[in-house]
């Protein structure tokens, strides 16, 4: 199971990104996808998902009302919008899969078995 992530790169302070995952075909229908990032010298967190398996989703609170992910089935491709971007949202995000159909969003980190690459997104002036 190959996920494609892309779209990062470099925007000033209150700028746009949009990020895109690259999921397998017919992938969204059944498995939760969500998006993780890394600042150096801090841990993974999760930053959104969403499943249309079970309609569940969340975001961390510091991107509510910024940021928002949504799909498009017949490109098998999930996006993250990230709106009015801070120096602190500065990372490499990922995306990742859920390792069992149906589960929904609420699972613990372990269960998203399938990851793609990564792509840097830095907010600097």
């Known amino acids: 199971v190959q996920l494609q992530a892309s779209g990062g790169g470099l925007v000033q302070p209150g700028g746009s990104l949009r990020l895109s995952c690259e999921a397998p075909?017919?992938?969204?229908?059944?498995?939760?996808i969500a998006w993780f990032r890394q600042a150096p010298g801090k841990e993974r967190e999760g930053v959104s998902c969403?499943?249309?398996?079970?309609?569940?989703?969340w975001y961390v609170d510091s991107v509510k009302g910024r940021f928002v992910m949504s799909s498009d089935n017949d490109k098998h491709t999930v996006y993250l919008q990230m709106n009015s971007l801070k120096p602190e949202d500065t990372a490499v995000y990922y995306c990742?899969?859920?390792?069992?159909?149906?589960?929904?969003?609420?699972?613990?980190?372990?269960?998203?078995?399938?990851w793609g690459q990564g792509t840097q997104v830095t907010v600097s002036s």
């Open positions: 969403r499943s249309e398996s079970d309609g569940s989703g």
């Open positions: 990742a899969m859920s390792r069992r159909p149906g589960s929904g969003c609420y699972i613990q980190r372990e269960e998203f078995g399938y």
């Open positions: 075909a017919f992938s969204l229908d059944y498995y939760a």
